[in-house]
């Protein structure tokens, strides 16, 4: 798994098919084969990226 943004392989996993990405530092999820990604912001809300990676750039394949 690398990450869509990045393309690092630097991933760490945060919970049940939730991973971070310690390079660019977002948050991603994972669902039916899907990566979702989120920013963090400042004041600790997530904003999600998605819109900025086409859906076959998000599948996950391994
Ligand atoms: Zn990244």
């Keep these: 798994m ?3 943004n990045c393309s690092s392989k630097d991933i760490g ?3 049940v098919n939730q ?15 899907v990566i979702y990604t989120h920013q963090v912001e400042e004041d600790g809300s997530l904003s999600s990226l998605d819109d900025l990676f086409d859906e076959s750039e ?3 394949s391994v």
């Design 13 to 15: 996993k945060i919970g």
């Design 19 to 33: 991973y971070y990405c310690w390079n660019c530092f977002i948050e991603m999820s994972l669902n039916n084969g």
């Design 2 to 4: 690398k990450c869509p």
């Design 58 to 60: 998000r599948r996950f």
